[in-house]
């Protein structure tokens, strides 16, 4: 991080332990509409227009370790072929054979030779995705190879992490994730290691789980015995960023405190004094929430299972382990993390029940919730406000706060 940005994110923190009230002129948030996360019109607008257009977290580098390693990714119901090629180049392809449909792997990861082959008829593609042979060539006359490769989708990464896109038109994925993307540098992704992946299944629509993890207003009713005793969450300071990304900052109660959790572990030496001494979250647009420290981070992934249930993935990354030592302390740290994780999802289906309820109208969001209500707002700039319903619409409210990606 910049200084100029250290020393604004300190004032942040300063202001709103202080403040009294909102800032002036702060508008208070309108509700958002209750049928956001239920109406079967609105969820099917969502699929459309956000999850086949944005770019998502796939893998680490470490789950494709060699030339002809493979992940089959499924998360937003596309089958994606994610290969690393013969030049150690990340490729990404629908997993369709060109012919008929059929797959091109069948597991869900593995490696594969120089050549794959769809067994349903035979075609053959490369590593690059190019349809090289096929069976019976004679009974196709005029057949020009070159126009059957695979679907190729826009794959690249930042650092040791891979990404996705389905649009073909995407924006690079550098340029989309600023200023994020300058100020994660110092924790040299390039060099982080993959620990350890695990998925849990909620009874909720996504976004109550997401609107969840946008926001520590929440610490005092269900982490009390947890996060509650070391975060000052009345401290928590807020960036906005356009394309519906985000960073909370939340302080440490005591300026000396240490999670005694990290104690032992290897520690990345380039990491600046918020992240050391705070607690740091990004939001990247859209479903990937990342709290970072410097002995290593958490990304969580959410992902949509149906209209009232979504999954959790939750992956590890750190510093490579110099010792046993600090390699065991990691199942410590993810064990204590299941514990918080629990409280956070303790009452997810009740929720969806309410959502679903003539009981409820709308969520109500308050300034230290303006994260929920921007990312709403950059769903609806995604869909599109003439494709939503009016009754669904969120009306913008938040373009004067958002800073500039080079901040």
Known sequence: MEIAFINKLKAGMDYERNRQTPPEGF??????????????????????????????YACHIDQLPEPGSFILWKKT????LIIRDNNDQLRAFYNTCQHRG????????????????CGYHGWTYNRQGSLVALRDKRDFPDFDMACYSLVKIPCDRIGNWVFINEDPDAEPLHDHFQPMTGQIAQFQPENLRHINTRSYDVACNIKVMMDAFLEVYHLASIHQNTVDRFLDHRGTTINLWPKGHSLMTTPNRRADWIDPGTIGMKAIPTVTEIPAKNNISYNFFPNLVSPMAPTGMSFLTFWSTGPASMQIDCHWFAPEAETAEQQALWQTRIDNFERILYEDTQFAPQIQRSLESPGFKGVHPCYQER?????????????????????????????????????
């Open 27 to 56: 508008p208070a948030l309108p509700a958002i509409p209750a049928g956001r996360y239920t109406d079967p019109e609105f969820l099917v607008l969502e699929d459309k227009y956000l999850w086949k257009k944005s770019w998502l």
């Open 77 to 80: 119901g596309s089958p994606v």
């Open 102 to 117: 059929g797959p091109i792997v069948k597991t869900d990861s593995g490696t594969v030779g120089e050549r794959m082959t």
């Open 371 to 407: 994260r929920i209500y921007h990312w709403h707002e950059e769903l609806d700039r995604r869909i599109g406000q003439d494709n939503i319903p009016r009754h669904l619409q969120i009306k913008p409210m938040l373009a004067p706060y958002l800073e500039p990606p080079a901040d």
